[in-house]
């Protein structure tokens, strides 16, 4: 906003730094760090403070607020376990008075900000005309309303939730067409987005398996256990699964597509560890499409090194289950 209302600010060198910043994968990729170290370290407050002079500083010095979408990402997944506010209301940091000033004030802040910016595009007439999802955002919210119509506990408070979800949702959603210059972004942005939020929670959901009660004495996991501060396992496994089309992308894109193929496989099987039915299926469609799709559109050598890293993932998938089928079995006994 200040490059608008100082034009000296565009031609300088910190301006164009910071938005060059703002606008490559390493922005995302320093979110997402911040959110697992909040979520390992209980520092939710620090990382808090540090996505605040991200916001700020990204608002005021950039010409949009797309510094603000990695941050509405992975905020919500920064809580640690040891400040869920469902298992400990009495202990949870989340739920003392001193946590609430400070990020209610952080919020206002941005809030102010976010609404100025917003208005200094659609004065400057810069982005205009309907959201290209709205179609899709309609069916959606008809979804929302209807979904559990035949079910003998849909009632209006079942109406009034899914309402309030797909508004929740069209809000983001319509803020961020409106506040992006989507035109002047790089295609790979998104893509990068997910591959970092995917990877951050590769690191939590490994973490998940040191809290105490995960194992029983015969061997197998107690899921009601796995959870984040954020989350429960299912949670946990859906967001994981929606990350791995980003690595078919970059599977695709990348001199080393490869590598990222591995990565997908790697999203895969932090999927299963999150031990939820649900995003396990949903979860091995989603791979299996994606790694049909980086096959078939990379080209020559990466096409050979795409298929040789599945067939190697599905040999080893093989060989795990032929060597340690009985420890597998005790390991997702909940499953069954």
Same mark, same amino acid.
């Given at each position: 906003m200040l490059a608008e209302a100082f034009p000296k600010f565009e031609s300088s060198a910190f301006v164009q730094m910071l938005r060059a910043f703002y606008r490559s994968a390493l922005y995302p990729f320093a979110v997402a760090a911040l959110m697992v170290l909040a979520e390992f370290f209980s520092i939710e407050l620090p990382v808090y403070y540090l996505?605040?002079?991200?916001?700020? $500083?990204?608002? @005021?010095?950039?010409?949009?607020?797309?510094?603000? @979408? *990695?941050? $509405?990402?992975? $905020?919500?997944? #920064?809580?640690? *376990?040891?400040? !869920? *506010? #469902?298992f400990y209301p009495e202990t949870s940091a989340l739920l003392q008075p001193y946590f609430l000033l400070q990020t209610g004030f952080m919020v206002l802040v941005c809030l102010l900000l976010m609404v100025g910016q917003l208005i200094l595009l659609r004065y400057d007439g810069k982005k205009t005309g309907i959201p290209a999802l709205s179609v899709g955002f309609v069916c959606l919210g008809v979804g929302y309303l209807l979904a559990g119509s035949y079910s003998p506990y849909y009632a209006a408070d079942t109406i009034l939730f899914g309402l309030i979800e797909i508004a929740s949702l069209v809000a983001v959603y319509v803020y961020f067409f409106y506040s992006v210059r989507w035109e002047t972004v790089e295609k790979s942005y998104l893509p990068a987005l997910f591959l970092a939020i995917g990877i951050g929670l590769l690191f939590e959901i490994v973490d998940m398996y040191t809290l105490p009660g995960v194992f029983s004495e015969t061997g197998t996991v107690n899921r009601g256990a796995l959870y984040t501060g954020w989350a429960s396992y299912n949670n946990i496994g859906c967001v994981e699964a929606m990350c791995i089309p980003a690595t078919c992308y970059f599977a695709v894109k990348s001199r080393q597509g490869w590598a990222y193929s591995a990565l997908g496989c790697l999203f895969l099987l932090g999927v299963c560890l999150t031990q939820s039915r649900g995003s396990i299926l949903f979860g091995s469609v989603v791979f299996f499409l994606?790694?049909?799709?980086?096959?078939?559109?990379?080209?020559?050598?990466?096409?050979?090194? !795409?298929? @040789?890293?599945?067939? @190697?993932? $599905?040999?080893?998938i093989a060989i795990a289950y032929y060597c340690f089928s009985k420890q597998l079995e005790l390991f997702f006994a909940s499953l069954v």
């Open positions: 996505y605040f002079v991200f916001a700020v $500083a990204g608002l @005021l010095f950039t010409e949009d607020a797309l510094c603000l @979408l *990695p941050i $509405a990402c992975c $905020a919500y997944m #920064t809580v640690s *376990p040891e400040n !869920n *506010p #469902t994606s790694a049909v799709v980086s096959v078939c559109m990379s080209r020559s050598l990466s096409r050979l090194k !795409n298929l @040789l890293v599945y067939g @190697l993932f $599905a040999v080893g």
